[in-house]
């Protein structure tokens, strides 16, 4: 069981929005504004689309955009494009203690 | 623009350990912390700790504490991740990552596959 919690699977066409979340607690995404997204195609290592919440990494594409509220944060992917076809990650820092927590992952399909 | 490079795909037996390694091109090695994140088969992301390539110091999580160790060799950019007394649970692909802005990982590694079978 991850320790932040997202919906399996998501879909949506072609030119829709769609947005993910991930649910955490007071002890990570509640309290820190460190949550962190990445993308994951098949076989291929994890790509960071979204930092602090809602910062982009030059070349990530303005498509993604990230917020929080509480101890939910989502991602949000306007535009849909077949190639966003991929697996979803939230990570968030944890404190001291635990330090990071991933999210179970969401398989977003491009109807 | 960093890249992480890792070594190749290991198959051990229950009880043995592996030792992956994680070159760093770039002359940026000590400045971040080096993190570790595997990914059992179908499954999701899973944080196992980080070393400050510039202290040496390291942080693992409570999950894998006394079976993983986390050492680097700063004079050929390298960071390595050994894990003790393997069981079939650990067959995953092993990814290292640099820590970037606001505890986010990026780049990532290539991914270092670990069977283990008897």
Known sequence: ?111 | QVQLVQSGAEVREPGASVKVSCKASGNTFTGYNMHWVRQAPGQGLEWMGWINPNSGGTNYAQKFLGRVTVTRDTSITTAYMELSRLTSDDTAVYYCARESGGNSFDPWGQGTLVTVSS
């Open chain 1, 1 to 111: 069981q991850s320790a932040l919690t997202q919906p399996a699977s998501v879909s949506g066409s072609p030119g829709q929005s769609i947005t993910i979340s991930c649910t955490g607690t007071s002890s990570d995404v509640g309290t820190y504004n460190l949550v962190s997204w990445y993308q994951q195609h098949p076989g291929k290592a994890p790509k960071l689309l979204i930092y602090e919440v809602y910062k982009r990494p030059s070349g990530v594409s303005n498509r993604f955009s990230g917020s929080k509220s509480g101890n939910t944060a989502s991602l949000t992917i306007s535009g849909l494009q077949a190639e966003d076809e991929a697996d979803y990650y939230c990570c968030s820092y944890a404190g001291s203690s635990t330090f990071v927590v991933f999210g179970g992952g969401t398989k977003l399909t491009v109807l």
